[in-house]
């Protein structure tokens, strides 16, 4: 018999539990990530929770363990760069967990079509890729080209994954994120929230949804299918869907917008109508897209977790993981609270 203890390794949801703050900010920290602020405060806290629990020596995303990719490269492939900036911000989080080991990234554009993405597979491994990250737009699950079937390098997916869960995959925590964004305005009193939610095939659309229905369920409150209007993720149909909110009988006091372009259409519509953020309804967006930094008021915000996903990506390659099959990582959002939703008016009977 084996007597010997096994030690139950510490993980960064660990680390953010007792350090009271949400997993992508102790990615983040740990990665030594400066481009986004973070107090100093929060920062020292995180790091020394890291050391007490002693997290480190088995964490994905140690940089020493990016020694034996050093001097090397990484094959980025991704079906968009230019829609969003969620690809940018993933490659980014994975420049930042490799650039002290000398670790170059080469991307390609691959807008889904298989062929695209049999010949960059190609291209990048002739160039000397030492793993892959393949990454989708949008939260999916892929069916991978045979191509990949039989990679001489280890292979991570970002934003996506398989059915068969044979590869390592880190997606965002949709659902805990529309539970985050609902249960912010529950806390300040609001009681009639409506949310405008994105095209309902797509998959964060479906668990934003579920984290705004589990957030009025902890709260005790009623789901009333009223207030929810399906919107396709643009200005437009934000400032449509806020319209139809603001004309049911009994209309919100706070809107959760699923993505940060609707919150701007859904601005308009607010304005329009003669009210004002917060003071007459408060609004929550998704993404933290920039222009949430320029509404008027600015607008709170869920940060879409892309930098601490590429950076878990880019361990994963350098721990060479063959064991399957995976476990789905998510990585939390994080809540940004800006000017745009406040306490619920007074209203006259």
């Not at 010997?4 to 993980?11: A, D, G, H, I, Y």
């Not at 020694?67 to 930042?96: K, M, S, W, Y």
């Not at 699923?258 to 004002?276: S, V």
Request: hydrophobic letters at 40%; one cysteine or more.
């Amino acid at each position: 018999m084996n007597s010997r203890k096994t030690t139950k390794r510490v993980t960064m949801m660990d680390v953010a539990k007792a350090a009271g703050c949400s997993q992508a900010t102790v990615s983040v920290v740990l990665n030594s990530v400066t481009d986004i602020k973070i107090s100093p405060e929060l920062r020292e806290r995180v790091l020394n929770v890291a050391s007490s629990l002693g997290y480190g020596m088995g964490s994905p995303i140690r940089r020493a363990g990016l020694e034996d990719l050093r001097g090397g490269c990484i094959g980025f492939i991704v079906d968009q760069l230019a829609t969003t900036p969620e690809a940018v911000n993933a490659i980014e989080g994975a420049r930042h967990a490799s650039w002290e080991n000398d670790v170059t990234i080469l991307v390609a554009q691959t807008q889904g079509r298989a062929e695209h993405e049999r010949k960059a597979l190609a291209r990048l491994l002739q160039a000397g890729a030492q793993g892959i990250v393949y990454m989708s737009i949008f939260t999916r699950r892929v069916s991978l080209d045979h191509a990949f079937d039989t990679l001489p390098v280890p292979l991570v997916l970002l934003n996506c994954y398989t059915d068969d869960d044979r590869f390592p995959a880190v997606v965002p925590d949709e659902m805990t994120g529309g539970r985050m964004a609902t249960s912010s305005l529950i806390k300040k009193g609001h009681r009639r929230i409506g949310t405008i939610v994105g095209e309902s095939f797509m998959e964060a659309a479906q668990d934003r949804l579920a984290g705004y229905r589990g957030a009025l369920a902890e709260a005790g409150l009623p789901y009333d299918g009223r207030l929810v209007v399906e919107g396709s993720w643009t200005p437009t149909s934000g400032f449509e869907a806020t319209q139809k909110l603001l004309s049911i009988e009994e209309p919100p006091t706070a809107i959760f917008c699923q993505n940060d372009k609707m919150a701007m259409g859904c601005f308009t519509a607010i304005g329009e109508a003669g009210l004002r953020i917060p003071d007459d309804l408060s609004v929550v967006g998704y993404d933290d897209d920039e222009l949430s930094r320029h509404l008027r008021p600015q607008l709170t915000t869920l940060e879409l977790p892309h930098r601490p996903m590429g950076a878990w990506a880019i361990g994963q390659l350098a721990n060479k993981t063959t064991s399957s099959p995976h476990r789905i990582h998510k990585v939390g959002c994080t809540l940004i609270e800006r000017a745009s939703s406040g306490r619920p008016a007074v209203r006259k009977p």
